[in-house]
C-alpha cells in the first residue's frame, strides 16, 4: 500500500481540500451498503464523529470487504470528496484498504445499544464506544483546564508521596502497603504486629490525600496545587465513591477561608467554561444521550455566584424543611455529619444553587482545621453541587502550634507521625488555606453521568479491581 501521511480524523473532517490524497487508519464501527457499495463508518477516537469511507465492491471484490466488520481496524488511502450524505461534510473514496485487525462477532461491542452496566464488565473495550470516547476526551480536556489554571495565577505544581505514614483525614481509611508475608506476621510482646522489619521499618499506607505535604510547600513556595491519586479504603458502595480516584488540592499561604472560597468557584467556573468551549461534540452527544438539562446547568453555575452560609443556618434550614413536613431518611442534628440527602436539599431545593457551607463542628472534622473563637466551631468549608452534593472539602488550617498539637492528640493522631507538619508551625508560622477537589466528581457534573464508576477509566470499588 502506498505510503501516505495519516490525517486523524478530526482533521479530516475540517478540510475542504476534495481531491487530496489521504491516509485514514481506526476501528470500523459499522459497515453497510447494497451489492455495488460498502460505507464503513470510522472512528479513530480523535472525535465523537465518525468520516464515511466508500468503497465500491467492483474494486475491492465482496470477499476483502467481508471481514472489516464492526470493531476491526483498517488503514484506508483514498480521495477526500465532498459528501452528499446528510450531517457530513466530507467522506473518503477508498482506493486502497489494509485490514491491521479483524474483530468476529464475539466482539461485545456489536452495533446495538448497551447499558452502561455491561458496559463496566468490558471497561476494557468500553472507550471504543461514543459515550466513554466522549467521557475520556472530557476528562483529558478538565486535566489540562486544572494546570492551565493554576499556572496561569502562578501556583506550583507540587507533587505529594503516594505512600506515606501517617493518616491525613484521621479517619482510618488507609489501605496497608507492605512485604511482609501477611500469613506469618512476627507480633511484638503486646500481640501488636511488628513493622520493624518491613519494607519501611515501620507502618506504611497509600495516601487518603496530599494535604499534609502540601501546606509544607506552601509555607515555602506560596500558593502550589497537588493532582494526583488518592487511595480509600471506605465501604461504601455508592455512585459518588471511589477507592482510588484523583484529587486537586490547592495550598495557599496567607489566604483566609473568604479568599479560600472565592478561589474554589473560580476554579470550578473555570473548569466549566472551559469544557464548553473547548469539548462541545461530545457534551451535545451527552446531552442528547442522557441528560437533557446538562448543558443549562453548566451555564447556570457560569453565572451565578455560591451561596456562602455557616452550617448552623443549614441546620435551621433543614429543621424547618421538616418541621414543614418534608421526609428526610436519617436525622437533623446539630453536631452530625449531612447526608447526601441533606446537601441535595440545600443545593437543589433551597437555593437552587451551588452552594459553600462553612463553620462545621469540631467533631465531625479533621484536626488541622482553624479553630473558631466560639470553641466548638472549624473553619471548614465544603462546596455542594446539584446532583453531586460534596465536591470540594477544604479549610483555614490551624496555624497555633499548641492549638494543633492539643487537637491532633485529642483525635488520635500521634506526635511521631506529624511531627515534621507541627513543625511548620515552630518556624515561621502563618494563615492559610487550602481545599481538595474530588477529580471524578468534578467529571461527574461536567459529563452528566450518573456513576463515578463511569468517568475514570478504570474504577476501583469494593469487591472490584478488575482490569
Ligand atoms: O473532603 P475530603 O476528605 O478532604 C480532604 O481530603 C482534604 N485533605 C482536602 C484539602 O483540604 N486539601 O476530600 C476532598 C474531596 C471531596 O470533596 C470529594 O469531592 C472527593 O475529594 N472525595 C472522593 N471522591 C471519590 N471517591 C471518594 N471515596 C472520595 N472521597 C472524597
Ligand atoms: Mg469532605
Keep these: 500500500m502506498e505510503k501516505i501521511q495519516r490525517t486523524v480524523i478530526v482533521d479530516a473532517l475540517k478540510r475542504t481540500d476534495y481531491g487530496a490524497k ?3 487508519k481506526g476501528w470500523v464501527r459499522t459497515r453497510r451498503g447494497n451489492k455495488n457499495v460498502s460505507f464503513i463508518a470510522l472512528n479513530d477516537g480523535s472525535s ?3 468520516i464515511q469511507i466508500v468503497a465500491d465492491i467492483a474494486k475491492f471484490g465482496e ?6 466488520t464492526t470493531g476491526a481496524c483498517i488503514s484506508v488511502n483514498g480521495i477526500l470528496v465532498e459528501s452528499m450524505g446528510q450531517g457530513q461534510s466530507v467522506e473518503v473514496q477508498a482506493e486502497e484498504i489494509e485490514i491491521y485487525g479483524t474483530a468476529d462477532n464475539t466482539y461485545p461491542l456489536q452495533k446495538k445499544g448497551h447499558t452502561l452496566e455491561f458496559l463496566r464488565e468490558v471497561a476494557h473495550l468500553r472507550p471504543r464506544t461514543n459515550t466513554f470516547g466522549a467521557v475520556f476526551r472530557i476528562r483529558h480536556h478538565m486535566a489540562m483546564a486544572i494546570h492551565t489554571f493554576f499556572h496561569e495565577r502562578g501556583y506550583f505544581y507540587f507533587h505529594t508521596p503516594l505512600i506515606t505514614a ?7 481509611q488507609m489501605f496497608q502497603v507492605t512485604t511482609k508475608n501477611l500469613y506469618n506476621l512476627k507480633t511484638n510482646e503486646d500481640g501488636k504486629i511488628d513493622y520493624s522489619d518491613d519494607f ?14 502540601g501546606e509544607l510547600a506552601a509555607m515555602a513556595l506560596g500558593k502550589i496545587y497537588t493532582f494526583g491519586p488518592t487511595f480509600r479504603a471506605e465501604n461504601s458502595n455508592t455512585p ?10 490547592p495550598e495557599v499561604a496567607f489566604f483566609e477561608i473568604e479568599d479560600n472560597m472565592q478561589l474554589a468557584q473560580d476554579f470550578i467556573q473555570y473548569c466549566i467554561r472551559w469544557a464548553l468551549d473547548n469539548c462541545k461534540d461530545d457534551i451535545d452527544f451527552l446531552a442528547k444521550m442522557y441528560d437533557h438539562d446538562l448543558i443549562e446547568r453548566l451555564n447556570f453555575v457560569l453565572a451565578n455566584d455560591f451561596k456562602r452560609l455557616t452550617y448552623t443556618e443549614g441546620i435551621e434550614i433543614l429543621k424547618a424543611a421538616v418541621a414543614n413536613g418534608h421526609k428526610f431518611e436519617f436525622p437533623v442534628d446539630w453536631g452530625t455529619d449531612l447526608q447526601s ?3 441535595r436539599y440545600l443545593v437543589e431545593e433551597h437555593f437552587k444553587r451551588p452552594v459553600i457551607l462553612t463553620d462545621y463542628p469540631k467533631e465531625i472534622k479533621s484536626f488541622y482545621m482553624k479553630q473558631n473563637e466560639d ?12 446532583k453531586i452534593g460534596e465536591i470540594i472539602g477544604g479549610s483555614q488550617r490551624e496555624e497555633d502550634y499548641e492549638k494543633l498539637r492539643t487537637r491532633a492528640a485529642e483525635m488520635g493522631v500521634p506526635d511521631k507521625d506529624i511531627w515534621w507538619y507541627l513543625d511548620t508551625r515552630r518556624f515561621g508560622t502563618a494563615p492559610h488555606s487550602g481545599f481538595g477537589l474530588g477529580f471524578e466528581r468534578l467529571l461527574l457534573f461536567v459529563t452528566g453521568m450518573q456513576n463515578i464508576r463511569d468517568v475514570i477509566p478504570f474504577p476501583r470499588t469494593p469487591n472490584n479491581c478488575e482490569f
Aim: with cysteine; hydrophobic share 40%; net charge negative.
Design 200 to 213: 519501611f521499618g515501620k507502618q506504611a499506607s497509600l495516601t487518603v490525600s496530599g494535604q499534609l505535604e
Design 341 to 343: 440527602e441533606h446537601e
Design 166 to 172: 501517617s493518616d491525613c483525614e484521621g479517619a482510618g
Design 63 to 68: 470477499e476483502y470487504l467481508k471481514p472489516i
Design 22 to 24: 489521504v491516509n485514514i
Design 375 to 386: 470553641g466548638k466551631t472549624v473553619r471548614a468549608m465544603d462546596v455542594l453541587f446539584p
Design 48 to 50: 465523537i464523529n465518525n
Design 240 to 249: 459518588r465513591h471511589l477507592a482510588e480516584f484523583w484529587m486537586i488540592e
